[in-house]
T-cell receptor, first 114, second 114 residues
Framework: GNSVTQMEGPVTLSEEAFLTINCTYT??????LFWYVQYPGEGLQLLLK?????DKGSNKGFEATYRKETTSFHLEKGSVQVSDSAVYFC????FGAGSYQLTFGKGTKLSVIP | DADVTQTPRNRITKTGKRIMLECSQT?????MYWYRQDPGLGLRLIYY???????NKGEISDGYSVSRQAQAKFSLSLESAIPNQTALYFC?????????????FGPGTRLLVL
């Protein structure tokens, strides 16, 4: 079956530090990959996505590259801000396996301190 | 105005009670979903619907039922609530534009079953 594994949090960084949140996946077909962000008290919002190998998704200074050879989709940002404090979820959608479900990782909580 | 709304935002109920959580959307999407979020477990799919006449069980449908009253409305019922259904519940909608299905989440309903 499909699965998503994220690095466990919480992650605490100082403002302007470099961020990496690791995400690896297992899929039986040809997945699309997503990062969602959940700010305190809110629902999930799509942060970025990639639909095929070597695609790079980017948004708000965040980037992630779909690496088929390592089955990874790590989230990076060069300089985090306090406003980036949130929970980040990696997810996949495996169209090739006929699945209509999003499979989520367990989430990684990021806290950025001034 | 929010595109995906959920009511109530918070609910406390007792074991054995029947409750309904409601979701409405103004995005015009055909596909709607119900998830629950538990600390450390990410999001898990309860039910999903691809149109008014289509209802499908997700990963954890036991103890829940749904109704798709219209394209814009998708409600989740707990017929006889139990304490381990205490969780944060999210409704989501999706479309297929852009080559990868993107899900849009409501703000969530926090449910406590005593």
């Amino acid at each position: 079956g499909n699965s998503v594994t994220q690095m466990e949090g919480p992650v605490t960084l100082s403002e302007e530090a470099f961020l990496t949140i690791n995400c690896t996946y297992t899929a039986t077909g040809y997945p699309s990959l997503f990062w969602y962000v959940q700010y305190p008290g809110e629902g999930l919002q799509l942060l970025l996505k990639a639909t095929k190998a070597d695609d790079k998704g980017s948004n708000k200074g965040f980037e992630a590259t779909y690496r088929k050879e390592t089955t990874s989709f790590h989230l990076e940002k060069g300089s985090v801000q306090v406003s980036d404090s949130a929970v980040y979820f990696c997810a996949l959608r495996d169209f090739g396996a006929g699945s209509y479900q999003l499979t989520f990782g367990k989430g990684t909580k990021l806290s950025v301190i001034p | 105005d929010a595109d995906v709304t959920q009511t109530p935002r918070n609910r406390i109920t007792k074991t054995g009670k029947r409750i309904m959580l409601e979701c409405s959307q103004t995005k015009g999407h055909d596909r709607m979903y119900w998830y629950r979020q538990d600390p450390g477990l990410g999001l898990r799919l309860i039910y999903y619907s691809f149109d008014v006449k289509d209802i499908n069980k997700g990963e954890i449908s036991d103890g829940y039922s749904v109704s798709r009253q219209a394209q814009a409305k998708f409600s989740l019922s707990l017929e006889s609530a139990i304490p381990n259904q205490t969780a944060l519940y999210f409704c989501a909608t999706s479309d297929l534009r852009g080559g990868a299905e993107t899900q849009y989440f409501g703000p969530g309903t926090r449910l406590l079953v005593l």
